[in-house]
């Protein structure tokens, strides 16, 4: 199993650049199943999460083509035949996100056979609300061992209200709809960027979706989708980490390539004394002033993000004075907090509250990554400790960050990975 090893105290220095969102990227692959034609994604990152995609969707019957040299980050998909319309648990043990294929699969093959994801390290994550939704447009649903096994001869369009904000939630029903027969009004929905670059993809494939982005969205069903080409946006919480990377370490960072109206959160990131300027495609980050602490609530979108939270807790110790985090959205999201404590912070958990005083020295330490946004706050903690710390567990950095060992180390920072590398692409295309 890889690790990590960074060596704190140097600044970081240069441009960075951000990949394509995970986020974005996830449903976008779930929506090719929507058409028999190809669909085109530009800008995929190369992240562990996005592979396990591709061979969910080859297990169905896809077939799956990688650009390569400078269309490193392209990837073609056709699945013309959809064989088996059947996510198992094995693949979606891995990855929570393999539930966004349930409507898209009910939509265009009339049945789908999905493996219930079951809790995660960072909350229980039913996923009740998607099977209301497509409940409330006509499919069938059985829950059988562990399986949600969904059909319906056509899907009709109806009125969806979620009871409670979901984006993955919101992106299914949204495939779902767009293939349905009549009108779907869905209420209350995530507002999130990824919503909107899912919506944008859908609609060049032939849908009718008006309203992604705002909590209101309005579909109108079309027979059939046909094939597209799409870039997917920068992901934004890449980009937020490289911030508070560039902060902590008092660097002069360039993150570039990002798209600085989705970084609705660096206005919590000034309060804490981060500065930043912003341009066209890229913001810069000064971190030659002092940091305050200041509190902090997660929210949905524009709300400050659940997966910035462990990197502004990292942060947060850094500061001088209390900062107050509260998590929101999910109910077991604070297992960086141990270990960064066991480098030197000083934290509190009460409940869904972290009380964090600062500013204590870090000192480096071996330590465990829990999750995927846990570990990029290791990540941050150890670019700042004293010595050098060991991150075990780092495929699950490796699901979401595209090389960021690379990425840290191309701007200044002594970081490696030691043991066995991420498997190499293959060789044949489509293999
Ligand atoms: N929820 C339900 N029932 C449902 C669906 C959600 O109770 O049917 C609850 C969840 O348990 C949670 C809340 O609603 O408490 C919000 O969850 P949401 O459905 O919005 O999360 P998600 O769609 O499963 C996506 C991202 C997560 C990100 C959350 C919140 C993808 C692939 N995943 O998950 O990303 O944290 O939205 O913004 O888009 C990550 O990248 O590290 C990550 C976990």
């Known amino acids: 199993m890889d690790k990590f090893v960074i060596r704190g105290g140097n600044p970081l220095l240069g441009t960075v650049r951000v990949s394509g969102a995970k986020n974005a990227a996830l449903p976008a692959m779930a929506a090719s199943i929507l058409t028999e034609e190809p669909v085109i994604l530009e800008n995929i990152p190369d992240v562990r999460d996005i592979q396990t995609t591709r061979k969910l969707l080859e297990a169905m019957g896809g077939e799956v083509e990688l650009g390569y040299g400078r269309a490193h980050h392209r990837t073609t998909l056709c699945m013309k035949n959809l064989v088996s319309p059947e996510a198992s648990y094995d693949l979606v043990k891995t990855m929570r996100a393999s539930t966004l294929v349930l409507g898209p699969l009910v939509a265009r093959s009339g049945r789908a056979r999905v493996s219930l994801p079951g809790g995660c390290a960072i909350g229980a994550r039913p996923i009740d609300l998607h099977i209301k939704g497509l409940e409330q447009l006509g499919a069938k649903i059985a829950v059988e061992h562990g399986y949600v096994e969904a059909s319906a001869e056509r899907l009709q369009g109806g009125e969806v209200v979620f009871d409670r904000i979901t984006v993955t939630g919101t992106e299914d029903l949204m495939m779902a709809a767009a293939l349905a027969d009549g009108e779907t009004l869905m209420q209350n929905c995530a507002r999130e960027p990824e919503v909107a670059d899912l919506a944008a993809l859908l609609n060049k494939m032939g849908a009718r979706i008006e309203g992604a982005g705002t909590p209101t969205i309005r579909i109108k069903g079309v027979s059939r989708l046909k094939g597209a080409k799409h870039r997917i946006i920068p992901d934004r919480i890449e980009a937020g980490t490289f911030i508070v990377a560039g902060a902590l370490t008092g660097g002069d960072l360039i993150i570039a390539g990002c798209e600085p109206r989705h970084l609705t959160f660096i206005k919590k990131l000034e309060e804490v004394g981060v500065k930043v300027k912003h341009d066209v495609d890229s913001v810069r980050v000064m971190g030659d002033g002092p940091l305050k602490g200041c509190d902090m609530v997660t929210e949905e979108f524009p709300g400050f993000p659940t997966d910035m939270q462990a990197q502004f807790m990292a942060l947060a110790t850094q500061a001088e004075g209390s900062s107050i985090i509260t998590e929101n959205i999910f109910e077991n999201r604070f297992m960086h907090a141990g270990e960064l404590v066991r480098m030197g912070a000083n934290i509190k ?61 191309a701007v200044g920072a002594r970081m490696k990975r030691i043991g066995e590398m991420l498997p190499k692409r293959p060789a044949l295309v489509g293999s």
Do not use: F, Q
């Not at 009460?350 to 005083?357: F, L, M, P, Q």
């Not at 480096?364 to 075990?392: F, K, N, P, Q």
């Open 349 to 409: 958990i009460e409940g869904r509250r972290a009380i964090v005083r600062g500013k204590t020295p870090l000192s480096a330490a071996a330590v465990l990554a829990s999750d995927l946004r846990a570990s990029a706050s290791l990540v941050l903690a150890g670019l700042v400790a004293d010595g050098e710390t060991i991150i075990d567990r780092v495929y699950h950095i490796d699901r979401g960050y595209e090389r960021i060992e690379e990425k840290l180390r």
